[in-house]
């Protein structure tokens, strides 16, 4: 079993700039998929960007394309969303998923470990 506990959410203006940070136990993530969601309240969770599990391929979401970045850190069971030039409605609950070794990383399909979510509020 894999446990995900986010951080790094919080309140920022228009055009600044957060960092959000996963943390993974129970077992070693480095050979899974993971990868970011997001909902708005009153929204159907949405995929964000996901990694593959050396970090060498990643897909974004075409809203955050450009401005978001996924990266992540094997050796420390982390994976982390640098998110830059953030606009209000990137405000949402986001929340950090893995997929199972050896599965596909793309759109975060079949992401089975979820974690409790932080939130991120981008004020005008």
């Known amino acids: 079993q894999v446990q995900l506990v986010e951080s790094g959410g919080g309140l920022v203006q228009a055009g600044g700039s957060l960092r959000l940070s996963c943390a993974a136990s129970?077992?070693?993530?480095?050979?899974?998929?993971m990868g970011w969601f997001r909902q708005a309240p009153g929204e159907e969770r949405k995929f964000v960007a996901a990694i593959n599990w050396s970090g060498a391929s990643t897909d974004y979401a075409d809203s955050v394309k450009g401005r978001f970045t996924i990266s992540r850190a094997n050796a420390k069971n982390a994976v982390y969303l640098q998110m830059n030039s953030l606009k209000p409605e990137d405000s949402a609950f986001y929340y950090c998923a893995a997929g199972y070794s050896g599965t596909d990383y793309v759109r975060g399909r079949g992401f089975v470990y979820w974690g409790q979510g932080t939130q991120v509020t981008v004020s005008k």
């Open positions: 129970g077992r070693t993530t480095s050979n899974y998929p």
